[in-house]
């Protein structure tokens, strides 16, 4: 008979409060601002939900969270297909698997700052390389600091070049998971590639899909600094995502109301989607 050891819970109960205390008191402390007025020297007036009511009704809000769901859907449409096509193309033997999967994790080590330092420099129109061979070499008019398409498509093959690795490696390990008698069978079967795909390979995959998902969804909806380096919010405010106009009211502005009120419902945002991606990928299993 099995028995439960409820000491175990001791063990992880100082990372439990630790974890606690580091994300409550922040949240506090928002949730403070969001509901109050004040003209410094720590005197605050309540104010309610007039912030969450301004913020609602504001067209720069609408248009940050259009902008912000238009650039995580092109990520999620883009990286997760690409990266289970890696995934399915690299090798499960031999002494290739582990400089695959090197190279691979080499774009996750960078940091976030110097992605989009890189970047910048890289689409330079007089000195970047990708920059002056379209606009010198292939012909094509490419200024992402006057032209809010090609500020678009920068940061999108930005994202796409340092996470796709992530879908990559999760659906790789998916892959490698599955043992060598379901191939065998599906060959005596005479399956193509695709059954083997639609049935094997694909359904092994799901959970770790699941996860890349998730977690490519949260990452995005609430990137700010590779955007931010790169292009700074412009041209104009054409890739002024949530993030990046959050910022612009807290620090910028200095409107600690309305940027508290901002990053709450901006929180509730991500933890819905994010609820309703989980519940429609596992309803499956469940049932």
């Known amino acids: 008979m099995k028995t439960e050891n409820p000491r175990a819970w001791f063990l992880v109960l100082p990372v439990i409060l630790l974890v606690a205390f580091n994300a409550l008191i922040p949240l506090m402390t928002v949730v403070n601002y969001s509901v109050q007025e004040t003209f410094g020297n720590n005197v605050f007036f309540w104010q309610g939900v007039d912030w969450f009511e301004q913020i609602l009704h504001s067209e720069r809000f609408h248009a940050a969270l259009g902008r912000q769901f238009l650039f995580t859907g092109i990520i999620l449409a883009i990286e997760i297909p690409l990266g289970v096509a890696i995934a399915l193309a690299m090798p499960r033997k031999g002494i290739w698997v582990p400089v695959c999967l090197i190279l691979m994790a080499l774009p996750l080590l960078i940091p976030w700052n110097v992605v989009g330092a890189m970047w910048n420099i890289f689409t330079l129109p007089d000195i970047g390389l990708m920059g002056y061979g379209l606009n010198n070499w292939l012909g094509i008019e490419y200024d992402m600091t006057q032209s809010p398409l090609?500020?678009?498509?920068?940061?999108?093959?930005?994202?796409?070049?340092?996470?796709?690795?992530?879908?990559?490696?999760?659906?790789?390990?998916?892959?490698?998971?599955?043992?060598?008698?379901?191939?065998?069978?599906?060959?005596?079967?005479?399956?193509?590639?695709?059954?083997?795909?639609?049935?094997?390979?694909?359904?092994?995959?799901?959970?770790?899909?699941?996860?890349?998902?998730?977690?490519?969804?949260m990452d995005s909806f609430m990137i700010y600094t590779e955007p931010f380096v790169l292009t700074g919010g412009g041209p104009g405010n054409s890739t002024t995502l949530l993030s990046i106009d959050l910022v612009k009211v807290a620090l910028g502005q200095f409107d600690l109301g309305p940027a508290a009120a901002m990053s709450l419902i901006y929180f509730a945002i991500t933890l819905l989607v994010s609820w309703i991606f989980y519940t429609i990928m596992t309803k499956e299993s469940k049932e």
């Not at 940061?155 to 008698?181: F, Q, R």
Request: aromatic share 14%; net charge positive.
């Open 150 to 217: 090609a500020a678009w498509v920068t940061i999108v093959v930005m994202d796409v070049w340092h996470w796709t690795s992530l879908v990559v490696l999760l659906a790789y390990a998916g892959l490698v998971s599955i043992p060598d008698a379901y191939y065998q069978a599906a060959e005596i079967d005479g399956a193509s590639k695709w059954s083997v795909f639609r049935f094997i390979q694909l359904p092994k995959m799901k959970q770790v899909l699941t996860i890349a998902v998730l977690l490519r969804f």
